[in-house]
Structure formats: C-alpha cells, structure tokens
C-alpha cells in the first residue's frame, strides 16, 4: 500500500513538471520568468529556543506559484534548477529576498533585532560562484549585520570540493554568518570534516526526529548526534517537530532549537514577523 502511495505521488509531481515542460518556452524559461516576476517566493519558517521556546531565527523555504495557480513545491523544481543551472541565479536572489525581508521586520518593530534568517544553498551554488562575496555586497547594500544571517548547506556542498568548500566557509565566518549543516545524517561524506570546518549548527533530520519516541533505533541515533555536537562544541537543530511531546524530549536531551509544525509551518513575510511579535513578547 505504501509503495503503491508513494508512486502515486510521483506520478502526480511529474504531471504537474510536464504541464509546466509542456507550456510554450518549457519549464526552465518558466521558472527564470518565476525568479523575475515575483512568483517566487520565501516563506519563512520559526526555529526556536528549546529551553525557552522564543524564536531565535527563521529558516526561508522556496515557494512557487505558477501562472496556471500550481502551487509547486522545491523538492520538484529544486533539481530542475540545479540540472539547468537556474539555481545560481535562485540562491543570489533568495539571499537578496532574506536581507530585504530582515530590513523590513526591522523596521516594522524591535522584534527581529537580533533574529536571523537562514537561507539554503546548494552545493552547485558554492562551486560556481563567489557567496562570501555576494553575501558581503547584499547585505552592505540592505545594512544587515553579517551576524542576521545563517546558512544552511549539505554535506554535498563538502564532498564535491573539500577544499574550497573549507575556505568559502572561512571567509563567510569572517562576515559574521553562521553556518548550519542542513539533513545532518543523511549524507555519503566522511565524519572527519566535522573536525575541520567551522560549522556551528548540525541539523538533525526530519527522518531521525519525527517518529522517533515510538523507535529506539533512532532515538539512538539523534542522541548519538547530540553528544557528537556537544564534544565538538557544535549546536544542534532538531527539524519536524510535530508534537510538544517530541519537543520536551529533545529539550531534556541536550538539543539546541526545534524547527517543525508544532511552533509553525513555514509562513509569508508578514505573517512571521506577526508570530515572532506574539511568540518572543
Ligand atoms: P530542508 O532545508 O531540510 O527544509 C525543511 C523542510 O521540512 C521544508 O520543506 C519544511 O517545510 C519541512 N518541514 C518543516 N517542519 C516540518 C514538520 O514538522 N513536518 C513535516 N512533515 N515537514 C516539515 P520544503 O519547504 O518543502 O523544502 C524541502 C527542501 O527543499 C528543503 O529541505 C531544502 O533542501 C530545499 N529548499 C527549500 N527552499 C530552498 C531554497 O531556497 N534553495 C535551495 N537550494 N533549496 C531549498
Ligand atoms: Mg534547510
Ligand atoms: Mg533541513
Ligand atoms: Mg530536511
């Protein structure tokens, strides 16, 4: 039944591709136009203090609406864009759209002073082109402290080129931004890059965290993350939190922030800025 589910499911994401392939200029086109006319979108969803509960940063996930009202999601054109290259000009633009959005929270109140946004980045984006530069001319240009910004990569972003990845990371340490490993776990790379990269936040993923008070295995798992991120002096992000139960558990085990629908979904602009007043107050 599960399988049968789940390709479904694909079949349905890749209807919906070839509807939009189908359309006149094709899907890159489309989704060049999207970058350029303002259908794409971030939404941004609350990461809050364990400990505390307050917001401490917002993480910005890709939206798209398409001109025929699809409301695609970036597991399905995320990979269209880094096949086609479009995801050079989709990371520029969403570390531009996070500097703008953190520029307008900050003038609506005090609130997001000391908030930040993390933006994600594909491995493609850091082989091709220059982020600590373009990070240091955006957020100069939008008068955002280096230190608002977070950004999250995988381990691909390491295994595809250890070196350069090691001194992008240093230089975007220099500006002021923190670095979070994102599906932490999930990975084919070589745990010893852990010792070697100055990453400040693993995020343990959704596989691990959702589901795992009713299995030992992967309660195992996220305390043996735990414990690894504290002997290294790393802070932890546990994502898909769901339920207060799950929250009250990785609390008690050491873990930083939780990220997942039981603070919020992923939320517009406004709407964040609304529930970080409400929640941090
Ligand atoms: P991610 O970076 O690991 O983001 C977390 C995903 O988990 C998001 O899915 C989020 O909506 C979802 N999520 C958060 N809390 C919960 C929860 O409690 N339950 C469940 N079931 N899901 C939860 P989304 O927005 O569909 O994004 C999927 C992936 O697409 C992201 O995974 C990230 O890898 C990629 N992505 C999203 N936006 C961008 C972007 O602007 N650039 C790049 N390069 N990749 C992006
Ligand atoms: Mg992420
Ligand atoms: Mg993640
Ligand atoms: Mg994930």
């Not at 997001?112 to 240009?141: G, T």
């Not at 950004?151 to 931004?177: F, H, N, W, Y």
């Not at 994502?239 to 207060?244: A, D, L, P, S, V």
């Amino acid at each position: 039944v599960n399988r049968a589910k789940r390709t479904g499911h694909t079949e349905i994401y890749q209807s919906r591709i070839f509807a939009l392939a189908r359309r006149q200029f094709g899907i890159e086109t489309e989704l060049r136009r999207a970058i350029e006319t303002g259908r794409m979108r971030l939404h941004y969803q609350p990461i809050c203090d364990l400990a505390t509960g307050k917001v401490t940063s917002f993480e910005s996930l890709a939206r798209w609406r398409t001109e025929d009202g699809l409301e695609l999601s970036p597991t399905e054109f995320i990979p269209v864009a880094e096949e086609s290259g479009l995801i050079v000009p989709l990371g520029r633009w969403a570390i531009e759209e996070a500097a703008k959005t953190l520029a307008i929270w900050d003038r609506m109140s005090d609130a997001s002073r000391d908030i930040r946004v993390a933006v994600n980045l594909s491995a493609i984006q850091f082989q091709r082109d220059d982020v600590p530069a373009l990070l240091r001319e955006v957020l100069s240009r939008n008068g955002i402290g280096g230190n608002r910004i977070t950004l999250e990569l995988t381990e691909s972003a390491i295994v595809a080129d250890p070196d350069r990845i090691s001194q992008v990371m240093q230089a975007l340490k220099d500006i002021g931004a923190t670095l979070a490993m994102d599906d932490f776990g999930t990975g084919y790379s070589n745990l010893a890059y852990l010792q070697r990269l100055p990453i400040d936040v693993l995020k343990i993923d959704r596989s691990f965290v959702a589901g795992m008070l009713a299995d030992p295995d992967k309660i195992a798992i996220v305390r043996a993350v735990l414990s690894l991120a504290q002997a290294l002096g790393m802070r932890t992000t546990a994502e898909g939190i769901e339920t207060k139960e799950l929250a009250q558990t990785l609390a008690a085990l050491g873990c930083t922030y939780g990220q997942g629908f039981l603070y919020s979904r992923p939320l517009p602009p406004d709407e964040a800025h609304q529930f970080l007043v409400e929640r941090n107050a």
